[in-house]
């Protein structure tokens, strides 16, 4: 069983930055651990959906990113240590929400965008960024 813990989020004003962690352990029932998966990172404000904010291919080679944070978010992974991570910079108010990092459901697929392509989610950490 794969488990995801984020870690990193907090309340911030805008223009600063954070940077948040997904530390994973265990493995799928085929005997695999993350590295071997694209990994994403949602969020979901209150009141709204689940959105997609930035995914990363299993090898770390490709990333892709949500229209809305295109240009300030960028996403990393560290296969040694089964941690994915999110840099966020110049964060805006809007930028508000539980972030969540997900498991692509697919063995070495190309990055989901859509949270339907995800499963082993964690328990999210909550960022605040006042004005």
């Known amino acids: 069983q794969v488990q995801l813990v984020e870690s990193g989020g907090g309340l911030v004003q805008a223009g600063d930055s954070l940077r948040l962690s997904c530390a994973a352990s265990?493995?799928?029932?085929?005997?695999?651990?993350?590295?071997?998966?694209?990994m994403g990172w949602f969020r979901q404000a209150p009141g709204k959906e689940r959105e997609f904010a930035a995914g990363?291919?299993?090898?770390?080679?490709?990333?892709y990113y949500g229209d809305s944070v295109k240009g300030r978010f960028t996403i990393s992974r560290d296969n040694v240590k089964n941690t994915v991570y999110l840099q966020m910079n110049s964060l805006k108010p809007e930028d508000t929400a539980v972030y969540y990092c997900?498991?692509?459901?697919?063995?070495?697929?190309?990055?989901?965008?859509?949270?339907?392509?995800?499963?082993?989610w964690g328990q999210g950490t909550q960022v605040t960024v006042s004005s």
């Open positions: 265990g493995r799928t029932t085929s005997g695999r651990t993350i590295s071997d998966y694209a």
């Open positions: 997900a498991k692509a459901i697919k063995w070495r697929s190309i990055v989901p965008d859509t949270d339907g392509g995800y499963h082993y």
């Open positions: 990363i291919s299993w090898g770390g080679r490709t990333t």
